[in-house]
């Protein structure tokens, strides 16, 4: 079981195009930033591999050549914005690898997104000539409605993104298996937790949250917004995404309370989640 973090960057990413700042142009191969994606990756009861990609942003295709992803048997979508979904194309080389279609799970306001933005995907049938376009089937769920896959619990939780209601995921193993950093949850581009989320953040062994830059933002939970998310919440281990160039990672992770860690693009949680010095090593 593990929970693998394909992407920790802003919708920039990490260099930023025409950016000579301190971070942009260090040699730390943890401030290099894709776009926010990750993913699950595991055995199931009867001893297949499994891989459940979270968001498929525009990196799609260089994180998963990096992290040797050769099968996706489910996809959960966050929100609709670009740096989230623009990578849905590239899924297409999962389906001839499985022969088959890949399930995407997502809210009703972004499965509409979806189908008029990938409508060569959605209504393939229309489209002028036979094309080599992705095949998914979209399911619609909503916050607080728990389903299974492949022996995960998943239960999507509501997040607000400024004044946008997207989605996060709570995952518990339920099958007995190596549940590694499980339970975990995953809330990406979070200004506020509505009150009615809260008790689904208890009992976490990890929190993947969003810790943008040190100032502000409205869209966006700040770094001590996320720490004192963290601190509320209490899992073992936190883990901050989505962060800008404003975030230079040695620098930031020595000032950082204990439990508390900058994730970066490969960094993979397994049965240890402890990382090793307050470095970030």
Same mark, same amino acid.
Request: with cysteine.
């Given at each position: 079981?593990?929970?693998?973090?394909?992407?920790?960057?802003?919708?920039?990413?990490?260099?930023?195009?025409?950016?000579?700042?301190?971070?942009?142009?260090?040699?730390?191969?943890?401030?290099?930033?894709?776009?926010?994606?990750?993913?699950?990756?595991?055995?199931?009861?009867?001893?297949?591999?499994?891989? $459940?990609?979270?968001?498929?942003?525009?990196?799609? +295709?260089?994180?998963? !050549?990096?992290?040797?992803? @050769? %099968?996706? #048997?489910?996809?959960?979508?966050?929100?609709?914005?670009?740096?989230?979904?623009?990578?849905?194309?590239?899924?297409?080389?999962?389906?001839?690898?499985?022969?088959?279609?890949?399930?995407?799970?997502?809210?009703?306001?972004?499965?509409?997104?979806?189908?008029?933005?990938?409508?060569?995907?959605?209504?393939?049938?229309?489209?002028?000539?036979?094309?080599?376009?992705?095949?998914?089937?979209?399911?619609?769920?909503?916050?607080?409605?728990?389903?299974?896959?492949?022996?995960?619990? $998943?239960?999507?939780?509501?997040?607000?993104?400024? +004044?946008?209601?997207? !989605?996060?995921?709570?995952? @518990? %193993?339920? #099958?007995?298996?190596?549940?590694?950093?499980?339970?975990?949850?995953?809330?990406?581009?979070?200004?506020?937790?509505?009150?009615?989320?809260?008790?689904?953040?208890?009992?976490?062994?990890?929190?993947?949250?969003?810790?943008?830059?040190?100032?502000?933002?409205?869209?966006?939970?700040?770094?001590?917004?996320?720490?004192?998310?963290?601190?509320?919440?209490?899992?073992?281990?936190?883990?901050?995404?989505?962060?800008?160039?404003?975030?230079?990672?040695?620098?930031?992770?020595?000032?950082?309370?204990?439990?508390?860690?900058?994730?970066?693009?490969?960094?993979? !949680?397994?049965?240890?989640?402890?990382?090793? #010095?307050?470095?970030?090593?």
């Amino acid at each position: 079981m593990l929970f693998e973090f394909l992407g920790t960057g802003t919708s920039a990413g990490v260099p930023s195009i025409g950016c000579g700042c301190a971070v942009c142009t260090s040699d730390d191969p943890r401030d290099q930033r894709l776009r926010t994606s990750a993913c699950l990756r595991f055995v199931d009861a009867q001893g297949c591999d499994r891989t $459940i990609l979270i968001d498929a942003g525009p990196d799609l +295709r260089q994180q998963a !050549l990096r992290a040797g992803l @050769d %099968r996706t #048997d489910a996809i959960l979508i966050t929100h609709n914005h670009v740096d989230h979904v623009f990578g849905l194309d590239e899924v297409r080389r999962f389906n001839v690898v499985m022969e088959r279609p890949i399930n995407l799970y997502a809210d009703a306001h972004t499965n509409e997104s979806l189908r008029r933005v990938f409508k060569h995907i959605f209504d393939a049938k229309s489209n002028v000539q036979t094309s080599f376009v992705a095949s998914l089937i979209a399911h619609t769920i909503e916050p607080g409605a728990v389903f299974d896959l492949y022996g995960i619990r $998943i239960e999507p939780i509501r997040l607000m993104h400024g +004044r946008l209601p997207i !989605l996060g995921y709570r995952f @518990d %193993r339920i #099958d007995g298996g190596d549940p590694g950093p499980l339970p975990l949850a995953y809330c990406t581009d979070v200004s506020r937790i509505p009150p009615e989320t809260w008790a689904s953040l208890t009992g976490l062994r990890t929190l993947v949250i969003d810790g943008l830059r040190y100032r502000k933002h409205p869209t966006h939970m700040s770094v001590s917004q996320a720490v004192g998310t963290a601190e509320r919440v209490g899992a073992e281990q936190s883990f901050l995404v989505h962060m800008s160039h404003e975030i230079g990672h040695a620098q930031t992770q020595v000032e950082l309370p204990e439990g508390v860690w900058l994730a970066y693009d490969g960094l993979a !949680l397994g049965q240890g989640i402890g990382i090793a #010095d307050k470095s970030g090593g």
